[in-house]
Each structure stands twice: as structure tokens, then as C-alpha cells.
């Protein structure tokens, strides 16, 4: 399975009722006994969802692999070099955003990353960059020797026009031939369900894919094992 879950919304439900459930912790192994190649999950500056307790319980229980995504800030390089997941995803992130809405500028930002990114490697930790289609983008983080990328499926997923979805795909098909090219390793996400995600998993060179809400929503209903096959069986092109 090429599959990693995002959990973040299992703990949105928690913090709605400030409850002790569900416990992301267990979520994470049901997936994982589901076939789930790796936990994805996103610290917030806001600690929204997600907080430091769930990571440190996280990095006890996963035994995939856990990939944790946060901004590139001091305080987060912190967290991230305490808690020592196996990859670090570095994300844009605005307070008032409701989820991540776009790619990081890594072209923008080089020198604060290089910096960044150099801590966190010295700690073991390996890199992944969300970024948008843009061919400077990726080749900006090819320069900075990231383990792998994460392209952006955003435009693609909200898409509501056949033309404007399949622009969107051919932009990410090219990203990611692109990012192969260069030697990166290339994962896909962000509004990815079970109605669109076939024409991405189809991509030749995604070799992982992270999807979180689409998930959760059915395993409201179906539960956590049969919604993370469903997915994964969906992958298997």
C-alpha cells in the first residue's frame, strides 16, 4: 500500500467536546493494521488539533512511519528535534487558513531553509516539502537536498470543470516527472478522496500519497479498518 493517513481530523473531533476521544493513537494503529503505509499528522503554531502529548505518544506506538508536518520555526524545529519523527513535512501555514492552502515558496525563502532543514537532518530527521506544480519550486528543493516531495493535488481536488480538472492533472503529472528526474522522491496529497484520487494514483512517478479528511469522514460511518482499505485498494493501479 502506498498510503499514509493523516489523523489530524480524528483529533479535530476530540478538541470539539475537549474530550479524551477519539484517541489519535489509536486511530493511528487501526490504520496501520488496516495496511497504512505511514501517519501523517500536522502541528499547529495554534495547536488546533494536534498537540505535543499526541506527538510523543505517536512516536511511541507508530511502527511505520511517522511523518509530522509543521512551519519551518524555530519553535517547531524544537519540537520536531525532541520528538524525532521519521520525516518532517515543512508547510506554509496561516492562522486564519482553515487548512494548509497552498505549496511552501521554497524558491522565496532558500537561506532560511537551508539553515532550517540542515538542523533537522543533523538530527536524523528526514525532509519532505509540500509544494505547489511550479518547476521552480521543486527544482529550489532539489537544491536543498530534501529526501522527498509532497506536490500539492489542491487545484486538481476543488477542480469542478472538466477542462480545469484535467489542466490541473497534467500540471501535476509533469511536476512530478519533473521531481523524478531530478531524484526526488515524490508523494501527492490534499483533497484527495475516493471519487478523484484514481487519475493521480495513476501517476507513474507518485510513489506515496497522504490523505487524511476523506478518510476519516467514511471511517465515521464504516469505520477506521474499511475505510483505509477502500482507500488503498484504490491506489493499487
Do not use: W
Not at 528543493?141 to 489542491?154: A, F, H, M, P, S
Request: charged share 30%.
Amino acid at each position: 500500500m502506498r498510503l499514509s493517513v493523516n489523523i489530524d481530523h480524528f483529533v479535530t473531533l476530540r478538541e470539539a467536546r475537549r474530550s479524551n476521544e477519539p484517541d489519535p493513537v489509536l486511530a493511528a494503529l487501526l490504520a496501520e493494521q488496516a495496511g497504512a503505509a505511514g501517519i501523517v499528522c500536522h502541528i499547529r503554531s495554534d495547536r488546533r488539533h494536534i498537540k505535543e502529548k499526541d506527538l510523543s505518544r505517536l512516536r511511541e506506538s507508530v511502527k511505520t512511519c511517522l511523518n509530522v508536518e509543521m512551519a519551518a520555526t524555530d519553535e517547531m524545529k524544537k519540537i520536531a528535534l525532541k520528538i524525532k519523527p521519521d520525516f518532517v513535512s515543512l508547510v506554509p501555514e496561516r492562522p486564519e487558513e482553515l487548512t494548509t492552502e497552498g505549496g511552501l515558496d521554497v524558491a522565496g525563502q532558500l537561506n532560511h531553509l537551508e539553515s532550517h532543514i540542515r538542523d533537522l537532518q543533523a538530527g536524523g530527521i528526514k525532509i519532505s516539502i509540500f509544494v505547489d506544480t511550479e518547476i521552480r519550486q521543486i527544482e529550489a528543493c532539489r537544491k536543498l537536498n530534501v529526501d522527498r516531495i509532497e506536490i500539492n493535488t489542491g487545484p486538481y481536488a476543488d477542480s469542478r470543470q472538466d477542462a480545469k480538472r484535467e489542466e490541473a492533472l497534467e500540471a501535476v503529472r509533469q511536476a512530478a516527472a519533473h521531481a523524478a528526474d531530478l531524484g526526488l522522491e515524490v508523494h501527492a496529497g490534499h483533497g484527495l478522496d475516493y471519487h478523484n484520487v484514481e487519475p493521480i494514483a495513476a501517476i507513474e512517478d507518485i510513489t506515496g500519497f497522504s490523505i487524511g479528511f476523506s478518510i476519516v469522514a467514511r471511517a465515521a460511518i464504516v469505520g477506521i479498518d474499511a475505510a483505509v482499505r477502500d482507500m488503498g485498494d484504490l491506489l493499487l493501479i
